[in-house]
């Protein structure tokens, strides 16, 4: 025979005595609030503790965040490349270092978002650009980190003849390429016509200029607001062999283009008559 203790909550029996977990009743199956006709079923529903609120675990959280397959050094200075797109050994040193000696695993780490590192130690320059024969599936264009932006007629004037000024001192032997502002000025004049303009603008031309900063093809003289330096960056964006052609086509273009603006100076103009003058 078995029967309950309601304090000690203990089932006590022959030679046996064992402790039950507290639990309740359940209040609609209660044999003294059942509903009649119903069946009397007794079950047990245990009382459980109420959860506290619990802060999810984030995705790697709890791990070590040290552990990667680059070194420190690789990391910091893979993440500065990444965020400025270049790297110049005179102004970053440490970090164009740092590019440089790992730049086997800095390469297989860009490789998997479709990204490249183009070091030139000579010219102390590290720049980030897109892969060159990115793989990618059938009929579907590699996507890009490096976002593309189309130049304008006026803009693409003024980088090939920044890159013709730096091509001809370069060969001349000079390390740093500077140029005055007036003297690209005095450069744009002969493709003007293509700019559908016949006289220099400096407003746009100095707007021009701070484009080309942003993107790291000019920097900045200290001191001198009237004067700039050409970086090396410009050779990589374009080449002298594409510049010949270029010069060649823009040429021609501009000397049609100057024709047509002179044609036109010599149209007769109807008055408000109509008549011929």
Known sequence: MHYTNQKRRTVVGVGCEAKIPDVRLSAKTHPTRARPGREHRLFFRPRFQRRRNVT????????DTTAGRLPSEARRALVELMRQGVVFAETRRLVFDALCAHRALIADHLADMYLRVLIDEPAGLALLLSAENASADEGDEAPSLISRR?????????????????????TAGDVR??????????????????????SS?????NGALESMKKRRILTAVRGEDERVEISPVIRYVVNAEYLERLLEEYRRLASAAAMNIEDSDDID???SDGDDV
């Open 150 to 170: 189309t130049l304008t007629v006026y803009d693409t004037l003024l980088l090939i003849v920044l890159r013709k000024h730096f091509l001809d001192r370069e």
């Open 56 to 63: 999810p675990l984030l995705v790697g959280e709890g791990t």
């Open 201 to 205: 603008d400096r407003k746009k031309l």
């Open 269 to 271: 103009v109807p008055d």
């Open 177 to 198: 390429i500077r140029i005055d502002v007036a003297q690209i000025e005095a450069l744009l004049i002969p493709f003007l016509p293509l700019a559908a303009s016949t």
